[in-house]
């Protein structure tokens, strides 16, 4: 007998639990259901009158911009490449003003190549004002093939740049501002050497000195 009552107690306590369960469980799906119900009416509040719904499936999707290279008269891209950029402080009475200044080469790599200099409050009006001088400043040089004709020395200042044709597939033996000339111009095989002054300014004017010099007929 005894055992029977404890078999019914814990019978009776088993339902008890099951039954405070389910009446836990009712409230959260009434809440969900009144959640369920007003959220059409979200979506209609949120609606904006001449617009339709975002939906996933048929997104429309924006056009990445296209950044066009610039090109010349002749069509030919203009391959451009900043050399130096230099920061000058000044100081006044409130502290320091900062400017910028940036030496730019441009060619069309066909034979045409100008050098730019910018200068600027901020680093990229800088640059562009380097570029615009520098597609100013275009000059042919006389190449044969794709190398210089002859052996040629470049002077400007303190500054002296050798230049020497080399054979097919020797490449570009350049350094800096000497190696941005030649690719702007189109030079594919060169040896050069930069004697004296290190100055980026004062070789790309010794370099495009050098590139003046060259003669494709022997002049007398």
């Known amino acids: 007998m005894v055992q029977e009552d404890k078999n019914e107690i814990q019978e009776e306590q088993v339902e008890a639990a099951e039954v405070q369960e389910a009446e836990a469980v009712e409230p ?11 959220m059409p009416e979200k ?3 949120k609606k904006v009158e001449g617009k339709k719904p975002w939906k996933k499936d048929d997104r429309e999707r924006r056009p990445r911009k296209v950044f066009e290279t610039p090109k010349d008269a002749d069509g030919n891209e203009i391959i451009e ?14 502290g320091k003003n900062f400017s910028f200044n940036a030496v730019v080469v441009s060619g069309n790599g066909k034979g045409s190549v100008g050098f730019g200099f910018g ?13 615009a001088a520098a597609k100013k400043s275009f000059h042919k040089v006389k190449m044969q093939g794709d ?26 033996i350049a350094g800096g501002a000497v190696r941005a000339m030649c690719d702007a ?11 004296g002054s290190r100055n980026s300014f004062n070789i790309i004017r010794a370099t495009m000195n050098g590139f003046e010099g060259l003669r494709l007929k022997r002049r007398g």
Do not use: Y
């Open 81 to 94: 490449k900043v050399i130096k950029i230099g920061r000058v402080s000044k100081v006044v009475k409130g």
């Open 119 to 131: 200068k600027s409050n901020e680093v990229a009006d800088a640059i562009r004002k380097g570029s």
């Open 147 to 172: 190398t210089i004709p002859h052996e040629t020395i470049g002077r400007f200042k303190a500054t002296k740049v050798m230049l020497k044709p080399a054979g097919p597939g020797t490449g570009v």
């Open 43 to 45: 979506a209609e509040a």
């Open 28 to 38: 959260e799906k009434a809440e969900t259901k009144e959640a369920e119900d007003k």
């Open 185 to 195: 111009a189109g030079i594919k095989n060169i040896l050069t050497k930069c004697i």
